[in-house]
């Protein structure tokens, strides 16, 4: 079945233009895909620069936690040759560098939408509607599209080319962690912000194509040197240079089946930094000293689909016309677009059609840069002395575009590599070895071989991310190929609704959309505590038809966050083609929590009994604070309702928390009233009852409004 399939998409056109968008946007607008591991921003202008004048933003993987951002810029352009533009005036050769920059003069962005197959959950966490800050992501619900998610948007072009872009995103857990991206090229004649046709002449020569740097990633840039964070110290691979002769085997491929090396891929990650004394390579984090690896990311886009022409819609397996590394800087500047500029149109062009700019130092269409290069100079961007960095270069084409004809270019951009468990592991193991330079293992590599170099240890396991990513890309290839009818999960529970107690967290959620489809299993919580972006723990497997769960088993004082997972029992998981067989479930991303419940204590019985966790409190003694909760303080056993007041010895009030929920318990984050955190010293803490309180057995007063007490704090820093 997957063979017919896929010759079949091969000979069909994909992609139709809906009715005529008549009315521009502005290139500033964005729609967010975050329904997966991979998540990011697209823009209206259909090429993404991800600074967003505070850091770069956009291809987060894994999105579980924070700083994991890949993205830096997304150039992207387009040309052709023997052109007549809308003044008549000829041009040998005529390019597009489509940004933000040229807006409203060449590329004229005219929609931008997001499409669902089904509403967001509403998720809530003692009475606060977490989900609402997210309802914004999409315009519309498609309950007959098959992607989670769908971003439209389409833009006109000077050159009377119409781009329609659309960005398809799974939320299965095997293809959640890349986009495919559908390209159409459309020769409408457009040439402004209205949708009247202009030109009717064949477009001749039409090349399309990208230079793409990754950061790989934000966090590990921070780790490593700041400059990272736009990618200076990025290797670029390749691979597919015998794909011509391998694509007949795409139809055979399976998850069994070794991974497809040949597959017409590039992919980028972060390598050594000249100025650092250590190896550098996965960032481990040596400035906290735990070691974790934090850049395990590879970054990359795989070609599925170029149309060999306007009439033939088979797969062109000699594209990408261009597949390499590009100095990141180093491109031709358009500057005003005017006819002075001609030779930097025919630079462009040439760089769209492999030549590099400025000379074959900065560029390589054919090379694997890390290969070559490596062996001479650990710093990669001193390959070509280009601050900027390298980018990956991918150009397509060059197609004849009849006036009404179109194009289409299929793609899909990934991130892959070591999981999160893992960095914890290597990374400890070689700070170990790091800080005792005696210390030499052994080490085991990931073939169950042992090395007695930590370095090498380190980096081999790194390096199976290049494995790791042309898995996706596979995936991606196979999900292509089977028409995107790839085993879906069933749908998550339209409602999670999460409430702390006094001797227990109660959650419950509506049944699914999908209980009554047949290899329904039923409902998986998974816990995580101290903080959201951590590992989470499978802590409830449930059958069909349950809508409710205690958790009885949470500690008092620690913050506790959930999501729940609709699964399936395999049964339409079994043939191994797209993915791994067996259950699979509703993306965690759909229902998980960001803000925590807590298992309250019951009042107080008198105010003696009133304690404060840790006291004294030391920011040393992390085994005795809050795990994930740096600088909290809990008042425990405290009356339902009452006024805490927290002074210095000095009797400056610096803090006023109101106690109103009835519970025995209250936090507070060492800060004063303005936000700052509290230095050293000693603390009074006021106690004021605001509520009489009785035993709700023998009716006899506990305390009344108005007693108070005092406690002493003492906190150490």
């Not at 991918?394 to 299929?410: Q, T």
Request: glycine share 8%; proline share 5%.
């Amino acid at each position: 079945m997957f063979r017919l399939k896929y010759l079949l998409i091969t000979f069909l056109p994909v992609f139709i233009f809906s009715s005529p968008v008549i009315a521009q946007i502005a290139g500033t607008q964005t729609r967010y895909i975050r329904v997966g591991s991979l998540q990011s921003k697209f823009s209206a202008i259909g090429s993404e620069r991800a600074w967003n004048n505070v850091y770069y933003e956009g291809l987060t993987w894994p999105s579980d936690y924070l700083l994991q951002d890949n993205a830096v810029i997304e150039r992207t352009f387009m040309g052709c040759t023997d052109f007549i533009d809308a003044q008549n005036q000829h041009w040998d050769f005529y390019t597009h560098n489509i940004s933000t920059a040229y807006e409203g003069r060449t590329i004229f962005p005219m929609d931008i939408k997001e499409t669902a197959k089904f509403v967001n959950p509403t998720i809530y966490v003692d009475g606060v509607n977490i989900s609402s800050p997210y309802l914004e992501d999409v315009d519309s619900i498609d309950e007959n599209q098959i992607p989670d998610r769908i971003v439209t948007n389409i833009i006109n072009t000077s050159m009377g080319i119409t781009m329609k872009r659309r960005v398809l995103a799974f939320s299965q857990q095997y293809h959640d962690n890349y986009f495919i991206i559908e390209y159409t090229f459309k020769n409408t004649g457009y040439v402004e912000q209205n949708n009247t046709k202009v030109l009717n002449s064949v477009l001749k020569g039409f090349r399309f194509g990208f230079l793409n740097r990754y950061s790989v990633c934000r966090e590990g840039a921070d780790k490593m040197g700041y400059d990272q964070e736009y990618g200076k110290h990025s290797w670029v691979s390749k691979r597919g240079e015998d794909y011509p002769l391998r694509a007949n085997e795409i139809s055979a491929l399976t998850e069994s089946t070794p991974i497809p090396d040949w597959l017409r891929a590039g992919f980028e990650w972060t390598g050594q930094r000249a100025e650092n004394n250590y190896d550098n390579i996965g960032s481990p984090d040596i400035l906290t000293g735990t070691g974790r690896l934090s850049s395990p990311q590879f970054a990359g886009v795989v070609t599925l689909h170029v149309d060999k022409s306007t009439v033939d819609r088979s797969d062109d397996v000699n594209q990408p016309a261009v597949l390499g590394w590009h100095a990141g800087d180093t491109y031709p500047n358009l500057g005003d677009m005017s006819i002075t500029t001609a030779p930097l149109q025919q630079s462009m062009y040439n760089m769209l059609s492999g030549i590099p700019y400025k000379g074959s130092t900065n560029g390589h269409p054919s090379e694997r840069m890390d290969e070559v290069y490596m062996p001479k100079v650990s710093d990669p961007w001193k390959v070509h002395n280009d601050g900027g960095g390298t980018g990956l270069w991918i150009s397509y084409g060059p197609w004849d575009i009849a006036s009404g004809d179109s194009v289409v270019l299929v793609l899909a951009v990934g991130v892959n590599g070591l999981d999160r468990n893992m960095c914890w592991e290597i990374g400890k193991r070689w700070m170990q070895a790091y800080n005792n330079p005696s210390d030499n293992g052994p080490f085991v590599l990931p073939d169950g071989s042992t090395t007695t170099d930590e370095n090498v240890y380190k980096n081999t396991w790194v390096n199976t991310g290049k494995d790791s990513i042309m898995k996706t890309f596979s995936r991606a290839v196979r999900n292509y190929g089977l028409t995107y009818n790839i085993p879906q999960p069933p749908l998550p529970p339209s409602l999670f609704d999460i409430k702390s107690g006094g001797d227990r967290i109660s959650l419950s959620w509506d049944l699914s959309l999908t209980e009554s489809e047949p290899g329904f299993g039923g409902y998986k919580i998974f816990r995580a505590v101290g903080k959201p972006d951590t590992t989470f723990t499978e802590i409830a497997s449930l059958p069909p038809g349950t809508s409710n769960f205690d958790d009885v088993t949470a500690n008092r004082g620690f913050s506790y966050y959930y999501y729940i997972s609709a699964f399936s029992d395999g049964i339409n998981n079994s043939d191994g083609i797209p993915n791994p067989m067996g259950h699979l479930l509703s993306s965690r991303f759909y229902t998980k929590t960001n803000i925590g419940a807590y298992l309250r204590r019951q009042a107080g019985a008198s105010l003696s009994d009133i304690r404060i966790v840790p006291n004294p409190y030391n920011i040393r003694s992390t085994q005795l604070n809050y795990t994930g909760e740096p600088d909290k303080i809990m008042f425990l056993n405290i009356p339902g309702h009452c006024i805490i007041k927290i002074y210095t010895e000095n009797g400056d009030l610096i803090k006023t928390i109101p106690h109103e929920n009835g519970s025995g318990d209250e936090r507070w984050n060492s800060n004063t009233t303005s936000g700052q955190v509290v230095v050293s010293g000693v603390y009074i803490v006021h106690f004021t009852v605001t509520e009489d309180y009785k035993d709700t057995s023998t009716g006899e007063f506990k305390y009344r409004k108005g007693d108070s007490a005092y406690k002493k704090l003492i906190i150490i820093r």
